[in-house]
T-cell receptor
């Protein structure tokens, strides 16, 4: 089954403790991205990747890092999480950056930083 | 990306057609109209997209006006499981361009 998977689905952590949220897709998609969703603010893009070893900042990249060493994986790294990063996170992938392709979203990761 | 305007909420009776409007008066010629929905806090789900012609798939129909300044998503026979937030997005081909999600329309399908 074609899908985007994220792990963990739920995470409660403390300020400053490094964490990684994994994202994997099995559709051989070139383009992957991370979003965060907060009440009243909608989904905002954090980082995106055009292909392996090609990443760039989205609208809200501060406090996050990403890497794209393999086509299927696009982990989101929080080196020193803070409470304002408490949010619902979604990973998404699409065949390419072209406008005629839909994005496929993962199930989400709910992160709480205390 | 062109901005979109949607009503914040709508109700629809179960079994009836749900017609969700979207205004995108500043849309450019190469911008596609996409519709997604989000049920509770699940990942957004793709519904349909189009450029200028009307489109239909197993989930819905998309009607785009001739001047492309507005569109309507039609769910022909709404069920309770169609209760969700529906997002209308316009997207242009541009390396790195992302989908910009607005607040969407919260559709409530009533029994």
């Amino acid at each position: 089954e074609a899908q985007v998977t994220q792990n963990p689905r739920y995470l409660i952590t403390v300020t400053g403790k490094k964490l990684t949220v994994t994202c994997s897709q099995n559709m051989n998609h070139e383009y992957m991205s991370w979003y965060r969703q907060d009440p009243g603010l909608g989904l905002r893009q954090i980082y995106y990747s055009m292909n392996v070893e090609v990443t760039d900042k989205g609208d809200v990249p501060e406090g996050y890092k990403v890497s794209r060493k393999e086509k299927r994986n696009f982990p989101l790294i929080l080196e020193s999480p803070s409470p304002n990063q408490t949010s619902l996170y979604f990973c998404a992938s699409t065949p390419s950056a072209g406008a005629n392709y839909e994005q496929y979203f993962g199930p989400g990761t709910r992160l709480t930083v205390t | 990306d062109a901005k979109t305007t949607q009503p914040p909420s709508m109700d629809c009776a179960e079994g009836r057609a749900a017609n969700l409007p979207c205004n995108h008066s500043t849309i450019s010629g190469n911008e596609y109209v996409y519709w997604y929905r989000q049920i509770h806090s699940q990942g957004p789900q793709y519904i349909i997209h189009g450029l200028k012609n009307n489109e239909t798939n197993e989930m819905a129909s998309l009607i785009i006006t001739e001047d492309r300044k507005s569109s309507t998503l039609i769910l022909p026979h709404a069920t309770l499981r169609d209760t969700a937030v529906y997002y209308c997005i316009v997207r242009v081909f541009n390396y790195g361009q992302n989908f910009v999600f607005g607040p969407g329309t919260r559709l409530s399908v009533l029994p």
